[in-house]
């Protein structure tokens, strides 16, 4: 553990998160956890304080998980600036930070990630338990990014683990995450009340991001056009201007490879259970969009993600 000037306390280790937490509710304090992958921004630190009004602690967690990352994709681009990040947590009100180096089990002569999905080297003492969610991680981003939930999930169980959070923050720019974590904290009996939080947007109505930061000034002029269909959609909804799931994302779709985005989904689904729908007035209907974008260091792209939900008729049930 190390103490900032702030006097944040920062956990690096398993145990002495969970010492730390468990001296909190020995004293009767409700704790919160917003988990990160960090360089933070309004968005992350909103969770913080949505997480002081529900409890008494907050800790935040900052962990790049290699185990939702493919081989091919940006584990090793990501924005990392875990100062920084800190100091803000601290200005927020965080009452403890968990900067963990690895939640995974360390390979001798291995690099972090080289023994989880996507870095395999088949050693016999490699990390090899992984949690899913088996229907809900299977449609959006679970298309094209087949590894991810597993990580996900995986990673979230073991945050629950350690910080035994009473409550657990996160946004919902990551909608279907947020549905995949309710989902596992329901089936396997977690004492946790999860929390969704509405999307944070700059002022261009771009959703927050810390990918964001990746993008050229061209790519996140570009890239409004993804909140722009999102809006439009919304309208033309509540007007009756369109009838039919399939011509809000056909519109939706045109609109991002117009800018010259490279779509990665856009799709309407309902908004409790992630299935199928045939029209957009009997349920609140969920409208996702996942879009590249080209980096601004020329290193391949940028994949943003957003959504809104349509028809919203008791969609955070």
Not at 15 to 43: C, F, I, N
Not at 226 to 247: F, M, N, T, Y
Not at 288 to 312: Q, S, Y
Request: aromatic share 6%.
């Amino acid at each position: 553990m190390s103490t900032e000037e702030q006097e944040l306390p920062v956990f690096t280790t398993a145990a002495d998160m969970r010492a730390w937490v468990r001296k909190q509710k020995k004293s009767g304090r409700k704790v919160a956890l917003v988990p990160t992958m960090g360089y933070l921004h309004e968005g992350h630190l909103s969770l913080v304080k949505a997480a002081k009004e529900r409890a008494d602690v907050v800790v935040a967690s900052i962990y790049v998980n290699p185990t939702q990352f493919a081989a091919h994709e940006d584990f090793d681009v990501y924005p990392r600036n875990p100062a920084d990040d800190r100091a803000k947590l601290a200005a927020a009100g965080c009452h403890a930070v968990f900067e963990p180096e690895s939640l995974y089990v360390a390979v001798p002569g291995a690099s972090e990630g080289s023994n989880v999905v996507g870095r395999e080297t088949q050693h016999p003492d490699s990390h090899e338990t992984f949690v899913s969610v088996e229907r809900l991680q299977r449609p959006l981003c679970g298309g094209s990014r087949p590894h991810f939930f597993r990580g996900v999930c995986t990673v979230v169980t073991k945050l629950f683990h350690i910080c035994e959070p009473d409550v657990a923050v996160f946004g919902r720019k990551d909608y279907q995450q947020w549905r995949v974590i309710c989902r596992l904290v329901r089936d396997l009996d977690f004492a946790v009340e999860v929390v969704g939080m509405p999307i944070c947007r700059e002022a261009d109505g771009l959703a927050m991001s810390s990918r964001n930061a990746r993008l050229s000034a061209e790519s996140r002029e570009r890239a409004l056009c993804i909140s722009r269909g999102l809006a439009w959609a919304e309208g033309a909804v509540k007007e009756g201007a369109v009838s039919k799931p399939e011509e809000v994302a056909a519109h939706v779709r045109g609109l991002i490879e117009e800018a010259g985005g490279k779509v990665d989904y856009v799709e309407l689904l309902h908004a409790l259970n992630l299935g199928p729908i045939s029209d957009l007035t009997s349920q609140p209907v969920l409208l996702a969009v996942a879009a590249h974008f080209p980096a601004r260091d020329g290193k391949g792209t940028v994949r943003l993600i957003d959504n809104t939900v349509l028809n919203n008729q008791g969609e955070q049930q």
